[in-house]
C-alpha cells in the first residue's frame, strides 16, 4: 500500500477530493517555518524559460534583476517580458498601476556584481554543463554565503554543479514548466548538502508565485521529465510500428491530455531532448529509441521554432500533416525491419498510460518522490493531465492489480520484458 494511510478515505471519496488532498500534501508546512525572506531575485539567462520566470517574479512582488551573455540578447528578453505582463493586463489580470510597478522592478544588468545583493538567484542558461559551471565559477566571486542559487536545468547532474560552489550546500534545483509564467508546477531539487532553511526557502518563493513545489530527489530528469521520457520512447515507437502523428496526438487529447505528445516536442524544440539524450549512451536493447525524434532533428525539423518537425506550420503558424516527416519515420521502420500494424485509440492510450504508471512505481520505489501522490501533482500541473481522471497513478489505483497485470503481460508479450520489466502493481492496491 503505498498510497498513505490517510488518503484511503479520500481514494474512495472521489477524484476531486484527492487532488486537492495531494496538492495539500506535497510539502509538509512545519518545513516553511523554517524559510528565510527573499526580496531580490538574480535570474540568469533571459531567453525562452529566464523571460517567464522573471515575469512570473515580477508579477508576484519580487526586485528581478536580470542579467544576459551581452545587451542585445538583455534587451530581447526585456522585451519577452514586457510582452508577458502586457498580456496580464489585456486578460485584466493585473492594473495599469501594477504594470507600471513591475516594469519599475525589473533592473536589466550585464554584469554579474549587481546580483551580490539578491538572496535568490536563478540560472536559466543553456543546457551544457560546462557553459553551468563557468557561471557558477562567476557566481563564487560575487554571491555572498546566505544567497540561494537555484539551477532551472532540466536534465543535468546537480550534485555536480554544486561541487563547483565554494559553499555547494548554497544550490538547490528549481525546476519550472514551460512557460513558467503559467505552468503551475515547480520540481523543487535539493542536492546532497543542500541544509533545510535553503529547501524551505525554495518552497516558501514557490508558494509565494502561486504555484505548486514538489520535492524530487535527483535523478536523470528528475520525475517529471524521466516519466515523460518513457511515455515519449512508447509513443515514438508505436510511429515506427504504423502509428501516423496525427493519429497519436489525437489519441491523447481525444482521451484527455492538454496536447498531443508529438505537438509537445514540436512546441519545446525536439532538438533539446535530443541533445540531452545523446548526453548519455542509448540504449543497445532498443534499436528504435527516439529514431522518429533523431530524423527530425538529422534532417532540420526541429518543431514550431522553426517552422517544420512533426508537423509542418503553415504561415498562420498552425500546425498541418507533414508528407516528409511521415515518410522519414516510415523509411526507418522499413530500414529496421519493424512489422506495420494497425492501431486502435484504445491501445495507443492503454499502452502510453502504462509506461507512465510503471516508470511512476519505479520513481516512488527508487525514493526520487517521498509520496505515490506527488506523481499525480506532478502530472496534473506540469503536464497537462487531465484532472478529472486524478493522475496516472489514482487512474492506476482505479485500475486495480488484475487490468494492470493483464496490460503488463500483453506488452511483454510484444516488446519483452527488458522494454516491460516486472512490476508489484499489489503495493497500489
Ligand atoms: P534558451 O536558449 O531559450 O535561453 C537561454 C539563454 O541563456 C539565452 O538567451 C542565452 O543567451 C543565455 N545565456 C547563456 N549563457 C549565459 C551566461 N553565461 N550568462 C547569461 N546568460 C546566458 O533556453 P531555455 O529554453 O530558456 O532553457 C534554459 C534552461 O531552462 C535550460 O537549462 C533548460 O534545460 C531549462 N528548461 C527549459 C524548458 C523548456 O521547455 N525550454 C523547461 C524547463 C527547463
Same mark, same amino acid.
Given at each position: 500500500?503505498?498510497f498513505?494511510?490517510?488518503?484511503k478515505?479520500?481514494l474512495?471519496q %472521489?477524484?476531486?477530493?484527492?487532488v486537492?488532498?495531494? +496538492?495539500?500534501?506535497?510539502?509538509?508546512?512545519?518545513?516553511?517555518?523554517? *524559510?528565510?525572506?527573499?526580496?531580490?531575485?538574480g535570474?540568469?539567462?533571459?531567453?525562452?524559460?529566464?523571460?517567464?520566470?522573471?515575469?512570473?517574479?515580477?508579477?508576484?512582488?519580487? @526586485?528581478?534583476?536580470? =542579467?544576459?551573455?551581452?545587451?542585445?540578447?538583455l534587451?530581447?528578453?526585456?522585451?519577452?517580458?514586457h510582452s508577458?505582463?502586457?498580456?496580464?493586463?489585456?486578460?485584466?489580470?493585473i492594473?495599469? %498601476?501594477?504594470l507600471?510597478?513591475y516594469?519599475?522592478?525589473?533592473?536589466?544588468?550585464?554584469?554579474? /556584481?549587481e546580483? @551580490? *545583493?539578491?538572496?535568490?538567484?536563478i540560472?536559466?542558461?543553456?543546457?551544457?554543463?560546462?557553459?553551468k559551471?563557468?557561471?557558477?565559477?562567476e557566481?563564487?566571486?560575487?554571491?555572498?554565503?546566505?544567497?540561494?542559487i537555484?539551477?532551472?536545468t532540466?536534465?543535468?547532474d546537480?550534485?555536480?554543479m554544486?561541487?563547483?560552489?565554494?559553499?555547494?550546500?548554497?544550490?538547490i534545483?528549481?525546476? &519550472? &514548466?514551460?512557460?513558467?509564467?503559467?505552468?503551475?508546477?515547480?520540481?523543487?531539487?535539493p542536492?546532497?548538502?543542500?541544509?533545510?532553511?535553503?529547501l524551505?526557502?525554495?518552497?516558501?518563493?514557490?508558494?509565494?508565485?502561486n504555484?505548486?513545489?514538489?520535492?524530487v530527489?535527483?535523478?536523470?530528469?528528475?520525475?517529471?521529465?524521466?516519466?515523460?521520457?518513457?511515455?515519449?520512447r512508447?509513443i515514438?515507437?508505436?510511429?515506427?510500428e504504423?502509428? *501516423?502523428? $496525427?493519429?497519436?496526438?489525437?489519441?491523447?487529447?481525444?482521451?484527455?491530455m492538454?496536447?498531443?505528445p508529438?505537438?509537445v516536442q514540436?512546441? @519545446?524544440?525536439?532538438?533539446?531532448?535530443?541533445?540531452?539524450?545523446?548526453?548519455?549512451?542509448?540504449?543497445?536493447?532498443?534499436p528504435?529509441?527516439?529514431r522518429?525524434?533523431?530524423?527530425?532533428?538529422?534532417?532540420?525539423?526541429?518543431?514550431?521554432?522553426?517552422?517544420?518537425? &512533426?508537423?509542418?506550420?503553415?504561415?498562420?503558424?498552425?500546425? =498541418?500533416p507533414?508528407?516528409?516527416?511521415?515518410r522519414?519515420?516510415?523509411?526507418?521502420?522499413?530500414?529496421?525491419?519493424?512489422p506495420?500494424?494497425?492501431?486502435?485509440?484504445?491501445?495507443?492510450? +492503454?499502452?502510453?498510460?502504462?509506461?507512465?504508471?510503471? $516508470?511512476?512505481?519505479?520513481?516512488?520505489q $527508487?525514493?526520487?518522490?517521498?509520496?505515490?501522490?506527488?506523481?499525480?501533482?506532478?502530472w /496534473?500541473?506540469?503536464?497537462g493531465? !487531465?484532472v478529472?481522471k486524478? %493522475? !496516472?497513478?489514482?487512474?492506476a489505483?482505479?485500475?486495480?492489480?488484475?487490468?494492470?497485470?493483464?496490460?503488463?503481460n500483453?506488452?511483454q508479450y510484444?516488446a519483452?520484458?527488458?522494454?516491460?520489466?516486472?512490476?508489484?502493481?499489489n503495493?497500489?492496491?
Amino acid at each position: 500500500m503505498i498510497f498513505p494511510d490517510d488518503s484511503k478515505s479520500v481514494l474512495q471519496q %472521489g477524484v476531486q477530493d484527492y487532488v486537492a488532498w495531494a +496538492e495539500d500534501k506535497t510539502v509538509d508546512i512545519s518545513l516553511t517555518e523554517k *524559510s528565510v525572506p527573499v526580496v531580490s531575485v538574480g535570474i540568469v539567462g533571459a531567453g525562452n524559460m529566464g523571460s517567464s520566470i522573471a515575469a512570473i517574479f515580477l508579477m508576484s512582488g519580487f @526586485s528581478v534583476f536580470l =542579467v544576459e551573455q551581452n545587451q542585445l540578447l538583455l534587451e530581447k528578453g526585456v522585451t519577452r517580458i514586457h510582452s508577458i505582463l502586457r498580456s496580464a493586463l489585456l486578460r485584466g489580470r493585473i492594473s495599469e %498601476g501594477e504594470l507600471t510597478e513591475y516594469q519599475l522592478s525589473l533592473h536589466s544588468v550585464t554584469d554579474y /556584481l549587481e546580483l @551580490s *545583493s539578491c538572496e535568490l538567484i536563478i540560472e536559466a542558461i543553456f543546457e551544457d554543463i560546462d557553459v553551468k559551471i563557468a557561471l557558477f565559477n562567476e557566481l563564487n566571486r560575487v554571491c555572498n554565503e546566505h544567497c540561494i542559487i537555484a539551477t532551472n536545468t532540466s536534465y543535468l547532474d546537480i550534485n555536480v554543479m554544486a561541487e563547483v560552489l565554494s559553499l555547494p550546500q548554497q544550490l538547490i534545483g528549481m525546476h &519550472f &514548466f514551460n512557460p513558467a509564467h503559467i505552468m503551475k508546477l515547480v520540481e523543487v531539487i535539493p542536492t546532497e548538502s543542500t541544509t533545510e532553511t535553503i529547501l524551505a526557502t525554495a518552497i516558501s518563493v514557490v508558494r509565494r508565485l502561486n504555484k505548486t513545489p514538489v520535492i524530487v530527489n535527483s535523478c536523470f530528469g528528475f520525475a517529471g521529465n524521466r516519466m515523460y521520457t518513457r511515455y515519449g520512447r512508447e509513443i515514438q515507437q508505436m510511429l515506427l510500428e504504423g502509428a *501516423s502523428i $496525427e493519429q497519436l496526438d489525437i489519441a491523447m487529447t481525444d482521451w484527455g491530455m492538454a496536447m498531443g505528445p508529438l505537438a509537445v516536442q514540436d512546441l @519545446s524544440g525536439i532538438d533539446v531532448g535530443y541533445k540531452a539524450r545523446n548526453s548519455r549512451p542509448l540504449p543497445r536493447h532498443d534499436p528504435g529509441y527516439f529514431r522518429a525524434a533523431a530524423l527530425m532533428v538529422e534532417n532540420g525539423r526541429l518543431g514550431r521554432k522553426n517552422g517544420k518537425g &512533426f508537423y509542418d506550420y503553415n504561415l498562420k503558424g498552425k500546425p =498541418v500533416p507533414s508528407p516528409e516527416a511521415e515518410r522519414l519515420i516510415h523509411d526507418e521502420a522499413l530500414a529496421l525491419e519493424i512489422p506495420q500494424k494497425i492501431f486502435s485509440s484504445p491501445e495507443i492510450v +492503454e499502452r502510453a498510460l502504462m509506461a507512465l504508471i510503471t $516508470e511512476g512505481l519505479n520513481l516512488y520505489q $527508487e525514493g526520487i518522490v517521498q509520496r505515490i501522490s506527488d506523481i499525480d501533482v506532478i502530472w /496534473l500541473k506540469g503536464y497537462g493531465f !487531465p484532472v478529472d481522471k486524478g %493522475g !496516472p497513478m489514482y487512474l492506476a489505483s482505479q485500475m486495480g492489480e488484475k487490468k494492470l497485470i493483464s496490460l503488463l503481460n500483453q506488452l511483454q508479450y510484444q516488446a519483452g520484458e527488458n522494454i516491460w520489466p516486472y512490476q508489484d502493481f499489489n503495493i497500489l492496491a
